[in-house]
């Protein structure tokens, strides 16, 4: 099970991103091994349609479920139609969203 | 007509420069077209406009992706298996069926507006109108400008410096920029001039809503020696006739504007 939260740094204890398409990082946390990984969101400097490019990059990385601040329709669109969970939370840093995550506290987004 | 900043003027300064001009008035603003509003043409024609949007074959389709990382515009995504479109991104180039192996793309027409056809008194009246709703432009400002006519057109622009500006410029013979004396006017007016700078276009300025006859436009365009063809007071009564679908040449105390404003256009433009 592995999760992207948009942050805006590359450590646990950075804060997290409310925007999604235009982030500057996703952190990648895997469940089963507590692994951590963090990748560039090349997304962020796109001309048009961020949101649609950084889904298909977080798609690249096998991951289950988001954790973004809001998402946008076109974004909200391309992850549904994968199958991915939507999780929205306020601003806090990426190791207690992580928690949070596990405690299944976090609010699914239906849109 | 361009301006810059919005709201200096450029629909004003275009309808009535056009009745005193005899030119054909062309409203290429297709988000908000609002010339006919004054000049009330009659309708002959409606054309509509039709852009190509890529239609994915399934059965074809390899999973390559290819069209989906060509794509600039994000209008093609991976969602699971399939291959997503987003209609309103999508600028028609055409690439993503050149890029793909396997003849899966091929396009269907989508209607993203109109363009109308009229005559006001005795001048040609053209305007685009974009569906609401549609986010890209530019294939409707370059049908509505393509085909103009030999005589004189007033192509009262899209404000900014925009993508749909620089298309109407590439239209344009010369090219006027109405403005107005505030910090605003001339922020943008300087992101206008820089503009048609660029694109080697001989320009003048119109100066709207003047309250003092030394004011900072004046003085900029003074340094930089650039060309008053104009210039339109700050005056209550000129917002009453416009906020009420009027055009200012029909009153006699504002037609001098105009038939100067046309003459110095002649004189220092359109006889280069």
New interface residues.
């Given amino acids: 099970m592995k999760i992207a939260i948009s942050s805006q740094g590359k450590e646990e204890n950075s804060l997290m991103d409310s925007r999604f398409g235009r982030c500057e990082y996703f952190c990648i946390y895997d469940i089963e091994d507590d692994g951590f990984k963090v990748i560039e969101n090349t997304a962020i400097n796109s001309n048009a349609g961020a949101g649609i490019e950084a889904a298909n990059l977080v798609l690249k990385e096998n991951i289950d479920a988001i954790v973004t601040g809001n998402i946008g329709p076109h974004a909200n669109e391309v992850l549904k139609r994968s199958n991915i969970k939507i999780f929205t939370s306020d601003v806090k840093k990426i190791s207690d969203i992580i928690n949070e995550y596990k405690g299944n506290k976090l609010k699914e987004f239906n849109n | 007509m361009l301006s810059g900043k919005g709201g200096t003027g450029k629909t004003l300064v275009s309808t009535n420069l056009a009745l005193c001009m005899e030119a054909n008035y062309v409203d290429a603003d297709v988000e908000e077209p609002n010339g006919f509003i004054f000049l009330k043409p009659k309708i002959e024609n409606i054309d509509n406009v039709e852009v190509d949007i890529p239609s994915i074959d399934t059965n074809r389709c390899q999973k390559c992706y290819k069209c989906?990382s060509f794509c600039?515009?994000?209008?093609l995504?991976?969602?699971?298996d399939?291959i997503?479109v987003?209609d309103k991104?999508c600028h028609s180039c055409g690439g993503c069926k050149i890029v793909c192996d396997y003849g899966a793309i091929s396009y269907k027409k989508k209607k993203i507006g109109i363009i109308e056809k009229g005559t006001c008194r005795n001048i040609k009246c053209l305007r685009g109108v974009l569906n609401i709703g549609e986010a890209i432009s530019s294939s409707l400002v370059k049908k509505l400008l393509s085909n103009l006519s030999s005589e004189i057109n007033i192509i009262d622009s899209a404000p900014g410096t925009s993508c749909n500006v620089v298309n109407t410029l590439s239209y344009a013979g010369c090219a006027i920029l109405v403005t107005e004396p505030t910090e605003f006017g001339l922020h943008d007016l300087k992101r206008a001039i820089t503009l048609v700078e660029n694109l080697k276009i001989p320009f003048g300025v119109v100066i709207n809503r003047v309250i003092k006859h030394d004011n900072i436009i004046k003085k900029y365009c003074e340094n930089k020696n650039i060309k008053i063809l104009g210039e339109i007071n700050y005056d209550k009564k000129i917002a009453e006739l416009y906020s009420n679908g009027n055009l200012l040449i029909d009153n006699d105390s504002y037609k001098k504007v105009f038939i100067d404003l046309s003459k110095n256009i002649k004189e220092h433009l359109l006889c280069r």
């Fill in positions: 989906v600039d515009f994000n209008a995504a991976i969602a699971k399939d997503l987003f991104l």
